[in-house]
């Protein structure tokens, strides 16, 4: 059990790593003309493959409720961490996925591509926010 917390604590932590990164870059990057921007984007080819690490961490968490709960141990803040990270794909795929089709990568400018970057960057802190708040709820899961 003490190995598959902290394999959840560590897969979510991870998984916060990218958002964290748009998180901190925010404020810059609203601030930057068109061209600057579309540069500045594709510094992020490859990372999709961070997607893999949230996968993981929702598959941990989920497995660590499911024995907590086997076990008739507090199982809700894993729980509430699995919900957290969904939530945080969910978003991902219905705010951040859409505008990399729109722009292709952030590679084609389209006209609305203002608005697409409002909803890409700010999708991107939802996302993050979703999955700090999974990863403070797995940090204090009780050890058993």
Request: hydrophobic letters at 60%.
């Amino acid at each position: 059990m003490r190995t598959l917390r902290a394999l959840a604590v560590i897969l979510t932590a991870v998984a916060l790593i990218p958002g964290g990164a748009h998180i901190a870059e925010l404020p810059n990057k609203l601030a930057l003309v068109r061209d600057q921007y579309f540069t500045v984007q594709q510094i992020y080819r490859g990372w999709a493959l961070s997607g893999v690490v949230i996968i993981a961490a929702f598959v941990a968490n989920l497995a660590l409720a499911t024995m907590l709960w086997r076990r008739g141990e507090p199982f809700w803040l894993p729980a509430i961490a699995c919900l957290a990270l969904a939530a945080s794909l969910a978003i991902f795929f219905m705010w951040v996925y859409p505008t990399n089709l729109a722009t292709a990568n952030w590679t084609e400018i389209p006209a609305n591509w203002e608005e697409l970057r409002t909803q890409w960057e700010f999708g991107h802190l939802a996302g993050a926010s979703l999955i700090l708040i999974a990863l403070c709820a797995v940090t204090f899961t009780r050890e058993s």
